[in-house]
């Protein structure tokens, strides 16, 4: 039973343009969600987070958005380079405090130069 | 810092055999976290250490595995015996404080292939 899911395993965007990455989830406990980026024989690095008290947060080339009625999150990246090419999870805990993240499998960005 | 160190980073056994990984912590990081990455389930948490403590073993999936951390610098997460579905990328973690989220930081993990 998969409490977030990623259902694009992976996505292929041209570098310059917007990349998209979308996140849902079931459980309605969850009130903090993050993205972590994974570089192949690396381990994940967070990038953003956002609280449920907003329904944005940006960061430079990365911004967040989140839809609680949705209970739909999404990552955009703008404008995309070859670098960003990079496997993405959607995480999600109960509490900013909390140890206990959930994650989902990943998507797969590839930017194509 | 040299950030969160794993070994080996690939480890191959034969069915039955005993596995551990290794991990040693950020200095300084006062909480461990042992996680298995698998196509069908994704990151999965298996176990949380606190101050070298285990907290929440809720994850780990059977009496195969088990897990210890006997000082602030070190932690092991053990499989016996092994089996071909234990074949996974085991992740460490570690946190400088209780809650984690963005403070989490992890290692380059062990690819186990268990033949």
């Known amino acids: 039973d998969q409490q977030v899911k990623q259902n694009s395993p992976s996505l292929s965007v041209q570098e310059g343009r917007i990349s998209i990455l979308n996140c849902d989830y079931t459980n309605s406990m969850f009130d903090y969600f993050l993205w972590y980026k994974k570089y192949p024989a690396e381990g994940p690095t967070f990038l953003i987070s956002i609280s449920s008290i907003k329904d944005k947060n940006e960061d430079g080339r990365f911004t967040v958005f989140l839809n609680k009625s949705a209970k739909h999150l999404s990552l955009h990246i703008v404008p995309s380079q070859p670098g960003d090419s990079a496997v993405y999870f959607c995480?999600?805990?109960?509490?900013?405090?909390?140890?206990?993240?959930?994650f989902g499998k990943g998507t797969k960005l590839s930017v194509i130069p | 810092d040299a950030g969160v160190i794993q070994s080996p980073r690939h480890e191959v056994t034969e069915m039955g055999q005993e596995v551990t990984l290794r991990c040693k912590p950020i200095?300084?990081?006062?909480?461990l976290f042992w996680y298995r990455q698998t196509m069908m389930r994704g990151l999965e948490l298996l176990i949380y250490?606190?101050?070298?403590?285990?907290?929440?073993d809720s994850g780990m999936p059977e009496d195969r595995f088990s897990a210890k951390m006997p000082n602030a610098s070190f932690s092991t997460l053990k499989i016996q015996p092994s089996e071909p579905r234990d074949s996974a990328v085991y992740f460490c973690a570690s946190s400088p404080q209780q809650g984690v989220n963005e403070k989490l930081f992890f290692g380059s993990g062990t690819q186990l292939s268990v033949l």
């Open positions: 995480a999600a805990s109960v509490g900013a405090g909390s140890y206990q993240l959930t």
């Open positions: 200095s300084g990081h006062n909480s």
């Open positions: 250490f606190n101050n070298n403590v285990p907290i929440d």
